[in-house]
C-alpha cells in the first residue's frame, strides 16, 4: 500500500466554488486535483494499492480509496467536481467518521494531526523534503505514507508533527517538484527499485 | 536543451472547443496540457531549458519556448485557454513559418513528421516506449528530444518516422505511464544523474 497525505492549505471548504477557477477562487484546488491524478492514473488503469488524502484548509479531509474508485477521471475539473460532491455532504460528517460520498470517496471532518495520526497506523511516514536523504540512497519503505504539501511549504507546527512520525527525510532530486510532481517520481522511485531485473 | 514533442491525435485543430470539457469534446486536450505542466514547471520557477511541442491531429503544432514564456499557469484550463488562443490565429500560419500567438507560444502549420524533422535538427530523438532499454541503464542522451503519445498508442506511420530518427528507445520504469507522467519522470532522470554528488 502506498498512501499519500497532501495538505492544502488555501483549498475550499464549502463546495461554494466554481469548477472554472480552480488554480484562483478555489485555493489552488487545481494541485490537489493533478496529485490524484499522479497517484492513481497508469496508462489505461488504476493503481489500486493507493490511498489519498486530500487534506482541506485543515478542517476536511477527502479520502480515495483505489481498490473502490469509480467514475475517476484523469483532469483537473472531474476530480475537483468529486471533492465539491465531498463538501456538499460535508454535514453528514460527524466525530471523526467518514461519510462516503461517491464510490471509493469519503470525506472526514479531520484536520491534518488526526488525518496522518490515523493514517500513519498502516505504513511509515516519510517526508518529502529539497533537504532530505537523496531517495537513490536509501532502501525503499514498508507502506510509505508520503506527505507533501500544496504550493505553499509546510507551516512549523505541520513539520513538527511529521517529525513527530517520520522515520526518514527523503529528497527526490536535486530540483524542487510540485507535490503531483513529487507524486510520480516517488511512484516511480517505488516501481523502478530492483528495475534492472526486468 | 530538453525537448518533449506530444502527439494528440484527436486534439481540436479550430479554436470552437470548450474549455469546460477538455477531457471529452476537446479529444482529451487535458493531457496536452498536463504535458506543458509538467514540462516546465519546478516549485515556483520555470524550467527554461525547455521547449515542447504539441502536435494537434497532425495538422498544426502549438510549440511553447521555455525562455520566452508568459502568462503560463500549472493548471490545465488556462493552458487550453492558450491553445485555443494559438488557434485562432491559424490563418496567419502559412507555410512552415511559425506565428507567434502569445509570449514563447507559437502554431506552425506542420503535421507531426515535419515537426520532428525539424526538432531532431537540434538534438537527440529519444522514444520513450515500456519496451525499451531500462533508462537507468543508459548514458543520459544530450539535448534529448522525447517524443509521446497522447492516450493513444503511436501508429504505425508515426513509430516508422520515430524510428527513423531515433538513436536509443528508452523505458522509464516496469508501468506504463500517462505522457505528462512520463515526462516528470524524464526531468527527473535527466535531474538526478550523478544525484549522488549532491
Do not use: K, W
Request: glycine fraction near 6%; include cysteine; proline fraction near 6%.
Amino acid at each position: 500500500m502506498r498512501q499519500f497525505v497532501v495538505i492544502g492549505h488555501d483549498a475550499p471548504t464549502t463546495p461554494e466554488f466554481s469548477l472554472d477557477d480552480l488554480a484562483g477562487a478555489a485555493g489552488r484546488l487545481d494541485v490537489l486535483c493533478r496529485c490524484v491524478t499522479s497517484a492513481f492514473f497508469l496508462s489505461h488503469a488504476i493503481r489500486e494499492d493507493v490511498r489519498v488524502h486530500l487534506v482541506l484548509a485543515d478542517t476536511y479531509t477527502v479520502s480515495f480509496e483505489g481498490t473502490e474508485l469509480r467514475r475517476l477521471n484523469p483532469d483537473e475539473r472531474s476530480t475537483a467536481a468529486l471533492v465539491r460532491n465531498a463538501l456538499e455532504e460535508r454535514e453528514e460528517a460527524i466525530g471523526h467518521v467518514p461519510v462516503e460520498t461517491s464510490p471509493g470517496v469519503s470525506l472526514t471532518r479531520c484536520g491534518f494531526e488526526a488525518t496522518l495520526d490515523d493514517v500513519a497506523r498502516d505504513g511509515t511516514v516519510v517526508q518529502l523534503h529539497e533537504d532530505g536523504d537523496p531517495v537513490v540512497d536509501v532502501a525503499p519503505p514498508v507502506d510509505p505514507v508520503f506527505v507533501l504539501s500544496d504550493h505553499h511549504d509546510f507551516t512549523a507546527e505541520e513539520t513538527a508533527h511529521v517529525e513527530s512520525h517520520a522515520g526518514d527525510r527523503l529528497s527526490l532530486g536535486p530540483e524542487p517538484l510540485h507535490a503531483d510532481h513529487a507524486i510520480t517520481v516517488a511512484h516511480n522511485y517505488l516501481d523502478t527499485d530492483g528495475f534492472e531485473r526486468y
